[in-house]
């Protein structure tokens, strides 16, 4: 049971390069999310979808663009990466949720990006 | 300002005790809470959710408290086991639907000693 994947695990980018952070889903989730977390804090929505062809910044997605053309993919593409980009990104999925269960989000593995 | 607020970086507590790890927020809208367990180099991993209609939801080993007046919920965890030490994350969310995702707390790091 895959779950959440996203690749790369880890990535050095030098300042000014762009890559994208592949992640899919195999739950049938009609919601997807990316996160990054930084040393000491919580994670920070940075876009998330709510179905293909569907996409709302979150609360920091400044130097960030996604993209939902499936249900089950969701890349997180850097444009002209800068250290402060530097971070643990977490892709993540989930169903939508009702006003008694609310939605469990579910997290893959995580990415590391280190930009020098 | 931080809506969900882990006040305790760290925890320590002895193996076979309590565990008590607590959480507040400031957002009256929110409705629905989670707790997720994070080891290294791994994803969050969901552990226990409640909705604001209730005010205890247990599984296991692990409780979950809301006291919604008092705008605060914790974990409790028992007995505790080495396996249980990990960052622990407090979530929210303000709608049945959650579409803009939830609002992490800063986690707390539980250590069990032996």
């Known amino acids: 049971n895959a779950g959440v994947t996203q690749t790369p695990k880890f990535r050095i980018l030098k300042i000014g390069q762009s890559m994208t952070l592949q992640c899919t889903q195999d739950m049938n989730h009609n919601y997807m999310y990316w996160y990054r977390q930084d040393p000491g804090m919580g994670l920070k929505l940075i876009y998330y979808?709510?179905?293909?062809?569907?996409?709302d910044k979150g609360e920091v997605p400044n130097g960030y663009n996604v993209s939902r053309s499936t249900t089950e993919d969701f890349p997180l593409r850097l444009e002209l990466a800068a250290p402060s980009q530097t971070s643990v990104y977490f892709c993540?999925?989930?169903?939508?949720?009702?006003?008694?269960?609310?939605?469990?989000?579910?997290f893959g593995e995580g990415s590391w990006l280190t930009v020098v | 300002d931080q809506q969900v607020k882990q006040n305790s970086p760290s925890l320590s507590v002895q193996e076979g005790r309590i565990s008590i790890l607590n959480c507040d927020y400031t957002?009256?809208?929110?409705?629905?809470f989670l707790w997720y367990k994070k080891y290294p180099a791994e994803g969050p991993t969901f552990l226990i959710s409640?909705?604001?209609?209730?005010d205890k939801n247990e599984d296991g080993r692990f409780t979950v408290f809301l006291n919604k007046s008092a705008k605060h919920l914790s974990l409790h965890i028992v007995p505790s086991q080495p396996g249980d030490s990990a960052v622990y994350f407090c979530?929210?969310?303000?709608?049945?639907?959650?579409?803009?995702?939830?609002?992490f707390g800063k986690g707390t790091h539980l250590i069990i000693q032996p």
């Open positions: 979808s709510v179905g293909a062809g569907i996409t």
């Open positions: 979530a929210a969310s303000d709608s049945g639907g959650g579409a803009d995702g939830l609002t």
């Open positions: 957002n009256s809208m929110f409705d629905y």
């Open positions: 409640i909705s604001s209609i209730k």
């Open positions: 993540a999925s989930s169903y939508a949720g009702t006003e008694t269960s609310g939605n469990t989000i579910y």
